[in-house]
């Protein structure tokens, strides 16, 4: 079938991408789905910086690629032994799990090494790819591909849910509440009466701010952005700091999620974290992005640094359990929600997102 995409040619483009264009929107043929594949027709999908750190080149991925990884749509059709109900609602997430390697087997821990594999190479974990344009192919972004009216992913990369939760809440389960959410639930673990730091308040780090909140531990919000501290108290947040701030007022907390995806937030994280406590860090900073710690802090206090690759989740397990919290009123995520955009708008959109201007904004189809 024919559908309408927007594909990256080539990453490392200067910004603004608004003028540079380094992402065109145009025709390509999807392929219909395999074994273990769905159909999916696309309804929102958001923008995040694990798409534009493929557009910057801070995360190389092979080109021409289909972007867009956090979405919800509708199943229109279904391969053999896909084991997905065609017309229902799935929340697509860019890790596809296997269930049968030995990182499926860490609960969550670890990313599924089929699934990572696969995302490396920009194919799906069938094998190969199922978009085209002009007969030539074009490479799938982290196994969904979801900037484009339809998308073929492996059943593995897609969760049901219910027709209650509508599409803006349903896309962003699939990335920003999954790792954000997933960082304090899955990796930083807090006590009852735990106080949460959250360091980067992005759409992650909002996220884990929304959830820590509607768990009902204490959150402190730590950004360089005013507006994005403001908007933190109002979700809940009962303090809020700049990193600079945050040093002066001595603060320091037993769980502390680094969410920013920079060295320079990595260490303020750290310097946060209460004796005993533990500093999770979820975000992607470049490669080659160094950070400095004092090992002793660890050693003299106890405390532990935990990576966390989208949360540590298991998405079956762990979507069911934030649409719960959003259905009992617990979890606004819709608040998470900056702008709605259409696909034509996906390259100022990221140059809003690189300038730290956007929370989610979601292309709605």
């Not at 024919?2 to 080539?10: D, K, P, S, T």
């Not at 059943?155 to 920003?176: M, R």
């Not at 005013?226 to 947040?237: D, I, M, S, V």
């Not at 701030?245 to 320079?264: K, Q």
Request: net charge neutral; glycine share 14%.
């Amino acid at each position: 079938m024919q559908i309408i995409g927007a594909v990256l040619e080539r990453c490392g483009a200067p910004a603004p991408f608004a003028t540079s264009r380094p992402v065109t929107i145009g025709p390509l043929e999807l392929d219909p789905p395999g074994p273990g594949e769905i159909l999916v027709r696309i309804e929102a999908a958001g923008v995040c910086h694990s798409d534009l750190s493929v557009v910057d080149g801070t995360r190389a991925r092979p080109v021409p690629m289909l972007l867009g990884h956090e979405a919800a749509g509708i199943v229109e059709a279904a391969g053999a032994d896909a084991g997905v109900a065609v017309g229902g609602r799935v929340v697509m997430t860019f890790l596809p799990r296997c269930g049968r390697c030995d990182a499926c087997r860490t609960d969550g821990r670890l990313p599924c090494s089929v699934g990572g594999a696969a995302n490396a190479a920009g194919v799906l974990v069938g094998g190969g790819v199922r978009l085209r344009r002009d007969g030539a192919a074009v490479h799938h972004h982290l196994g969904v591909s979801a900037f484009a009216t339809h998308a073929v992913v492996s059943a593995a990369s897609a969760v049901p849910v219910d027709g209650d939760v509508p599409p803006d809440i349903a896309a962003l389960l699939g990335c920003a509440v999954l790792t954000g959410g997933g960082a304090v639930i899955n990796a930083g673990r807090p006590g009852t009466g735990d106080t949460v730091a959250v360091v980067g308040l992005g759409g992650v780090g909002m996220a884990a701010l929304l959830v820590a909140r509607a768990l009902g531990h204490k959150v402190i919000g730590v950004d360089t952005v005013p507006a994005k501290l403001e908007l933190a108290r109002e979700l809940g947040a009962a303090a809020t700091h700049t990193p600079a701030g945050a040093a002066d007022a001595e603060l320091r907390a037993p769980v502390v999620i680094e969410a920013a995806g920079s060295a320079r937030a990595f260490e303020t994280a750290c310097a946060i974290t209460a004796p005993g406590g533990t500093t999770v860090t979820v975000g992607l900073p470049h490669p080659d992005a160094r950070a400095s710690i004092a090992p002793l802090t660890l050693t003299a206090e106890a405390r532990t640094v935990v990576g966390s690759y989208l949360g540590s989740a298991v998405p079956g397990r762990d979507i069911p359990r934030y649409v719960e919290l959003w259905r009992s009123g617990r979890l606004p995520l819709d608040r998470l929600v900056s702008d709605r955009i259409g696909l034509a708008d996906l390259p100022e959109a990221l140059d809003r997102l690189a300038a730290g201007a956007a929370l989610r904004q979601l292309v709605v189809f």
